[in-house]
């Protein structure tokens, strides 16, 4: 199994980014995708997901309106378009595989760091 995100890097205040993750390994088809992130000295966050089927998405409330994230089940790729980055947005940002409830699998990539500053 393998996630690798890619796409990361140092970005101006209000410039943008567009991160992929490439999966491996298991039925991407089946997962719901989502991304995370970790800036230093906070806990790990939930930025945006998306269901199996790419028909649903969820953000969180400080990343509406600016993150887009999606996927294309016939490539095992998700990505997340970041629009009008602030440099609250610096973090390392993490792709995550889910499936499942009571017995759940799930896989982490290793992350991406993504710096917003001028």
């Known amino acids: 199994v393998q996630l690798v995100e890619s796409g990361g890097g140092l970005v101006q205040p209000g410039g943008s980014l567009r991160l992929s993750c490439a999966a491996s390994?298991?039925?991407?088809?089946?997962?719901?995708m989502s991304w995370y992130r970790q800036a230093p000295g906070k806990e790990r966050e939930l930025v945006a997901a998306?269901?199996?089927?790419?028909?649903?998405?969820n953000y969180a409330d400080s990343v509406k309106g600016r993150f887009t994230v999606s996927r294309d089940n016939a490539k095992n790729m998700v990505y997340l378009q970041m629009n009008s980055l602030k440099s609250e947005d610096t973090a390392v940002y993490y792709c995550?595989?889910?499936?499942?409830?009571?017995?759940?699998?799930?896989?982490w990539g290793q992350g991406t760091q993504v710096t917003v500053s001028s």
């Open positions: 995550n595989a889910k499936m499942g409830l009571v017995i759940s699998y799930e896989y």
């Open positions: 390994g298991f039925a991407f088809g089946n997962y719901r």
């Open positions: 998306v269901n199996s089927a790419g028909g649903s998405t």
